[in-house]
């Protein structure tokens, strides 16, 4: 294993117990430890997933940085695909039988549509090896999506939430032992304009899955993907502005969700795909430079709907806007106007980055670095731990079991494993197995949520002085309402918050 690969102390605190376990339990279960240790070596398994159509390859190739995940519709789009880092770039297909066959890009640079007369019922999924340095701390995977008519593509996706996937590695391994350290160990679920009863499905089967490894909004967000379908008008408040609109329906989605996610973003994927892959060139700069010298009355009629921006007669040739459409939609193409005629000289680069920030991508990669990369080391060695109970579990010995069970415990009595501890505690929160009157369910949730310790204590922008001071009153408030005011199952979530809060304040306090 690359001990230099391992998230952070947490990860390879549990490394080294599945190491010291692996002499004491049978030979089943220590190949499934092995199992653990190699997966926490690898960066953070992040799903994108959400209704077919809403958008999530183009969103992955914005991600990633590079157009490379298919976005029409072939054999490719029904199966599961894992971008990783890799020195090399290249495909493998990966069947069900374990074998892999390499599979040549497209002209264009993208994954195929299809498969070149592989039985796609035989494929397990497709794994995609890429330079890009984002994938070197976070792989990323595309799932076929929910509400498909394809019935296999739909299970691929639950069996990835419900974390019943195959991994490298683990062919030694049986069913129950595979299930066990399988699946995604963090989403990026995305939604359009309505949430439907299945994407509510979807969140709650995720969560049940990974409850045991501390799922719930540390390991949850959400994107609104496709702003510029949402009609400013009918949405109260919004007046006139798309962003707007997609903000106000955004902030309404992120409450309908809670506390399965931890946010809800506003994003225009294709905008941030084009801007982002290099697929937005010069001479789609000098195309939109062109309209933007129209006359208002047949610019804006143009800009009413698709058909009419390609079908209008104007100089600008109708391939080339076509491709526009492609690119940016009608949304993009009226942002980028907006933005030459008010800088008539304006590059095609500095036209570029405006665009990026138009489609809120920087707010999303913030958020994934704030939930994710930032907590990744709790993530990975919660879901280690949740990995390690359940493989022993599955040896059906009580001894072994028991055996497991306290080395945990040893490692959890440690100081620095608190973060753990208290993942475990919003764990139970959030999936409503401790009730918490609402105010302090929201406070459990914002300490083991947030990375930040401003953010954390609820002061933004807070003096050290009162960060330290109020992470005390609030220790003592939590050790009171353990021994005096809680229930035996409120009592342990209160310590663990109480322990929180104290760690904080000896973090901040003078030295």
């Known amino acids: 294993m690359d001990q230099g690969r391992l998230a ?15 002499r004491q339990v049978s030979a089943r279960t220590a190949a499934g430890f092995a199992q653990v240790t190699r997966r926490l070596a690898a960066p953070l398994q992040v799903a994108v997933a959400g209704r077919i159509k809403s958008g999530k390859s183009t969103l992955v190739n914005a991600l990633i940085g590079r157009r490379v995940a298919p976005t029409d519709v072939g ?88 974390a019943a996937r195959q991994d490298e590695g683990a062919d030694e391994l049986d069913d129950i032992s595979r299930n066990a350290v399988a699946g995604a160990e963090a989403v990026l679920y995305v939604v359009t304009q309505g949430i439907r009863a299945d994407d509510q499905q979807a969140l709650a089967a995720f969560t049940a899955a990974t409850a045991s490894h501390g799922a719930g909004p540390v390991n949850a967000i959400a994107v609104l993907n496709k702003v510029d379908t949402i009609a400013p008008e009918s949405v109260p408040g919004a007046g006139n502005d798309v962003w707007k609109a997609a903000s106000i329906l955004a902030e309404k989605q992120a409450a309908l969700l809670k506390p399965r996610v931890a946010d809800v973003l506003p994003v225009n994927g294709l905008i941030a795909e084009s801007a982002e892959s290099g697929a937005f060139t010069s001479a789609d700069a000098e195309s939109l430079r062109q309209l933007s010298e129209l006359d208002d009355p047949a610019l804006e009629t ?74 990744a080391d709790g993530i990975k060695a919660a879901a280690a731990l949740a990995s390690v109970t359940a493989l022993a579990y599955a040896s059906g010995d009580p001894a072994e079991r028991q055996r497991v069970h306290d080395a945990i415990e040893v490692l959890l009595a440690k100081p620095e494993a ?45 003096t050290r002085q009162d960060l330290a001071a109020h ?13 005096f005011g809680a229930t035996p199952a409120q009592s342990r979530v209160a310590h663990v918050v109480h ?12 030295q």
């Not at 952070?8 to 692996?22: D, E, F, I, T």
């Not at 680069?349 to 994710?372: C, I």
Request: aromatic fraction near 6%; glycine fraction near 8%; proline fraction near 4%.
């Open 8 to 22: 952070g102390p947490l990860s390879m605190a549990v490394a080294n117990l599945c190491r010291g376990l692996q």
């Open 302 to 375: 143009m800009l009413v709907a698709a058909d009419i921006f390609t079908s209008w007669d104007c100089e600008v040739p109708v391939g080339v806007r076509s491709r526009l459409l492609e690119r940016l939609d009608v949304y993009g193409v009226r942002r980028a106007i907006e933005a030459i005629r008010a800088e008539p000289e304006i590059t095609a680069g500095v036209l570029r980055r405006l665009l990026l920030e138009a489609s809120g991508l920087a707010a999303v990669r913030a958020r994934l670095n704030v939930v994710f990369a930032a907590r």
């Open 418 to 462: 608190h973060q753990l501890r208290l993942l475990e505690a919003l764990t139970l929160v959030v999936a409503g197995a401790v009730d918490l009157p609402e105010d302090l369910a929201e406070e459990v949730l914002r300490v083991g949520s947030n990375a930040d310790i401003d953010a954390q204590l609820g002061m933004p922008g807070g």
């Open 499 to 510: 322990r929180a809060y104290f760690l904080i304040w000896q973090q901040l306090r003078p």
């Open 75 to 162: 054999e490719c789009t029904r199966l599961v695909t894992r971008f990783q880092y890799g020195t090399v770039d290249r495909i493998e297909v990966v069947f069900t039988s374990g074998h892999k066959q390499v599979l040549p890009f497209a002209a264009d640079g993208t994954i195929p549509a299809d498969l070149g007369g592989v039985a796609i019922a035989d494929v397990s999924h497709i794994e995609a090896y890429l330079t890009n340095a984002v994938l070197d701390g976070m792989t990323v995977i595309d799932t076929p999506g929910l509400g498909s008519v394809d019935a296999a593509s739909v299970s691929r996706t639950e069996e990835l939430l419900g």
């Open 471 to 483: 992470a005390l009153e609030r220790a003592g408030w939590w050790r009171s309402f353990a021994s």
